[in-house]
C-alpha cells in the first residue's frame, strides 16, 4: 500500500471501521511512512481534544421533571411506578452512562427473546451487569496496581499482570473476583470515560496463540478477547468496539511493550 | 428489582427502553439547537413523539431509534426557528456566517483559551456536519447507526465526517486563539 491508497483510508482507520485486511494494510503502511502518521496523529489528536474539551451536555432536572410529568399522562398503562422512578434511584454522575446502558440491557432482554446460554461472552456481560447493577463493581478499590495485584493473587491461584493505563484514558479504579466457566477469575475495573470497563483475566488456555482480538457485541455491550502475557483476556463495555479493541491489545502486550 | 414488563404495554415499554438515552438525546438537541430551553422543548417533545410511534421502536437498537426521532424533532425546530440554518451548501461560507460573535454560557464557564475556541468551532460547523461529528465524537456510534439516524448513506457518513474534520482543522476561529484585537494591542 502507498500514500495515495493510504491517505484516504486514515480517517475511517482511526474510527476503527476499517476491515482487519485493510486495517493491516494501513497500520503496515504507518510504519514505514511518516508522512501518513503525521496525519494519522493529527486525527488521533482532534478527537482527543473533542472528547477532553467539548461539553457533553446531560439533560437537566428541569428536563427530567418536566419528562415525569409526560409519563405520568402515561401512568395508567404502568403496572406500578412511573418508569423514571425505578432507574433514578441509580443516580447521576459518572456511571449514569453504563448503568443507563445496563438498565437498557434488562429491559430489552425482558422483551426480547433472551437465550440464557453458556457461551463465554454471555457469562462474562452477566457477571458486569450483575455487578454494575449491584453497586458492588469493585472487592478491592484503588487505582494502585501494586495494591491490586497481591490482592488477587491472594484469592486466585494464579497472579494476574495488572496495569493502571490512565495515560491512555483507561484508569484503573479496582478489582473483584468473578466466575467465569465455574472458575474464580479476577475481574479488573477501569474507567474509560464516562465508560466502566470490566477486564476477565485468566492464564492462557493451554495453546493458545496470540490471536487478533475477536469482538462481539451481546446485549449491546461490545465483548472483545485478546491472547497475550500468558493470560486470556476478554473485556466488557459499552464503549466503543475500537477503543475496547486497543485496549484489550495494548492489555495483552503486557508491560514489556514499548 | 423489577424487571419484568407489562405485556403488550408498547408505550411503557418505549419508555423504558429511550429514558436510558435520555442524556444522549438531550445532548444532541442542545447541540443542534444551540440553546439550553429549546433543547428541553425538543427533547420532550421528541419523547412524546417516540410515546406515540411506540409500536415503531423494534429490535434492539432503541438509542439509534429515539435519536432518530430526536434529530427530527431538531430540524422542525430548526425550520420554523433558523430556516437559514438548513440551506444547502458545502458549508464552506456558512461556517463563518454561523458564529455567534458572543460568548455561550458554556465558553464563560472554560478558562482554557484552546478549549474555548474548539467549542466555537464546532458551534459554527454547520447543522448537518455538527451532527454527524458529535455522533460519532461524543456517542461513539458507528457509521452504520449514525447512518441509521440520519438516513443517509454510509458513504455519505464518511464524507461528512471528513468534511467536518476539515472544516475544523482549517477553521478560523481554532487558529485565533486570540482575538485579533488583542493581537494588534500596542502597534
Ligand atoms: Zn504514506
Known sequence: ?258 | MEVRLPDGDARSRCAELVLPHLNSAYNLARWLSRNDADAEDIVQDALERALKYASGLQGTNAKAWFLTIVRHTCYDWIGRNRPAELVPGDGTDAIEAAADPRPTPEETVIADADAQALLRAIAALPVGFREVLLLREQEDMSYRDIARVIDIPIGTVMSRLARARGLLRRSPLLHSVLPQSMRTVGK
Open chain 1, 1 to 258: 500500500m502507498n500514500c495515495n491508497e493510504a491517505a484516504p483510508l486514515l480517517p475511517t482507520y482511526g474510527d476503527g471501521e476499517l476491515d482487519p485486511m485493510q486495517s493491516a494494510e494501513v497500520e503496515k503502511h504507518l510504519l514505514t511512512c511518516a508522512e501518513c502518521a503525521a496525519r494519522r496523529d493529527e486525527q488521533v489528536a482532534l478527537s482527543a481534544r473533542i472528547k477532553r474539551d467539548v461539553p457533553y451536555f446531560a439533560a437537566p432536572p428541569s428536563l427530567r421533571s418536566r419528562i415525569d410529568a409526560v409519563l405520568a399522562g402515561t401512568r395508567g398503562t404502568l403496572r406500578s411506578r412511573p418508569v423514571w422512578d425505578r432507574w433514578r434511584w441509580l443516580g447521576a454522575g459518572a456511571l449514569a452512562g453504563s448503568m443507563a446502558t445496563v438498565l437498557a440491557w434488562l429491559m430489552g432482554s425482558a422483551v426480547l427473546e433472551w437465550r440464557d446460554g453458556t457461551d463465554l461472552a454471555a457469562e462474562a456481560v452477566a457477571d458486569h451487569v450483575r455487578a454494575t447493577l449491584s453497586n458492588h463493581l469493585t472487592d478491592v478499590a484503588t487505582s494502585d496496581r501494586h495494591t491490586v495485584k497481591p490482592w488477587l493473587s491472594a484469592r486466585l491461584d494464579y497472579s494476574p499482570p495488572v496495569q493502571d493505563l490512565s495515560g491512555e484514558g483507561f484508569a484503573l479504579t479496582g478489582a473483584r473476583v468473578d466466575y467465569l466457566e465455574k472458575r474464580a477469575v479476577a475481574t479488573l475495573v477501569y474507567r474509560y470515560r464516562e465508560h466502566v470497563v470490566d477486564v476477565f483475566v485468566r492464564p492462557a488456555a493451554e495453546g493458545t496463540a496470540r490471536s487478533r482480538s475477536p469482538v462481539s457485541t451481546v446485549r449491546g455491550f461490545n465483548v472483545v478477547r485478546a491472547s497475550g502475557a500468558g493470560m486470556d483476556w476478554l473485556a466488557v463495555s459499552d464503549t466503543s468496539a475500537d477503543a475496547l479493541t486497543a485496549f484489550v491489545a495494548r492489555l495483552a502486550r503486557g508491560d514489556a511493550a514499548p
